[in-house]
């Protein structure tokens, strides 16, 4: 048997065995989906769980998208989330740009402190964030959902890293033209930052739009409810589990994700692409 044959076998055996996981990552999500088309799966969860349900159904999906309150949770979510992905984008692409390529002092210092804000988890910070903006007043409005994740030490970290890829050169270039820090960032590097600010759009997204913990804190009001609280709050009715209409609703809360990674998934397969590429 040649090299290439042996190489073809290989190929096919590494496909095979990404299919199979890949298979046995997305078995939950299918469930999901099937069980919101089982209409009996309100009245009791099939058991041994199955991945076609014996009697399809849109019922459980309609009830679902005729319910208002899952339509103003939508519109709650999606004012939260673009805003914060808007801000926390934007600030740490200047961030990150600030500390690859600017030269100033205790640079190091302060990249330092930015990284050390990635060992406090949220939990300790609730006491000290709820007792601010209960101070301005600011408690049952989104502001507070908004302004604390505008700083993100994970992604200042992504985007330093990927601004260090790229040449200096590019820079000093705009430099010698008379060009200033802004226009060399807005006309030089920002153009060549699509990939990474895609895949910062993805994670921030992911996170806003699935935080959980902090919005039950400062969000009493059910009209400001985002998507998580008001699939938790639908999840029991009358003390009875609605299994379908649950997941019908679980499903109907992830395809704003979905849908978003789809469109911008090549951006982020591009920036992996110019992880490689060594600034000069």
Same mark, same amino acid.
């Given at each position: ?9 290989? *190929? !096919? %055996? +590494? &496909?095979?065995? =990404? $299919? /199979?996981?890949?298979? @046995? ?76 390529? *600017? !030269? %100033? +002092? &205790?640079?190091? =210092? $302060? /990249?330092?402190?930015? @990284? ?165």
């Amino acid at each position: 048997m040649n090299q290439k044959s042996m190489d073809k076998i290989t *190929g !096919t %055996f +590494k &496909f095979l065995i =990404l $299919l /199979f996981f890949g298979i @046995l990552l997305m078995m939950p999500f299918i469930w999901m989906v099937s069980v919101g088309f089982d209409r009996t799966a309100n009245i009791t969860m099939p058991f041994p769980p199955k991945l076609i349900p014996e009697e399809i159904s849109p019922f459980n999906y309609g009830i679902v998208f005729e319910n208002g309150r899952l339509i103003q949770s939508y519109i709650n979510s999606g004012i939260v989330t673009t805003s914060s992905v808007a801000l926390q984008v934007g600030a740490s692409l200047l961030a990150g740009y600030a500390f690859s390529k *600017g !030269t %100033f +002092k &205790f640079k190091r =210092l $302060l /990249f330092i402190l930015v @990284l050390c804000t990635l060992m406090i988890p949220m939990e300790p910070r609730l006491i000290p964030l709820y007792t601010l903006f209960n101070s301005f007043g600011l408690l049952n409005t989104f502001w507070p959902l908004i302004l604390p994740s505008v700083i993100n030490g994970m992604l200042i970290f992504l985007c330093k890293q990927f601004f260090d890829q790229l040449p200096t050169t590019l820079r000093e270039a705009a430099q010698i033209d008379g060009a200033g820090e802004f226009r060399i960032f807005f006309t030089v590097y920002l153009p060549l930052a699509g990939p990474i600010a895609a895949t910062m759009v993805i994670l921030s997204f992911i996170w806003s739009w699935n935080d959980f913990m902090w919005p039950l804190v400062v969000l009493n009001n059910q009209q400001l409810h985002t998507v998580p609280l008001y699939l938790a709050s639908f999840s029991l009715e009358n003390g009875t589990s609605l299994g379908g209409l649950t997941m019908a609703l679980a499903t109907v809360s992830i395809l704003p994700i979905v849908l978003l990674y789809l469109f911008l998934q090549r951006y982020i397969i591009q920036s992996i692409a110019l992880s490689g590429v060594k600034g000069e």
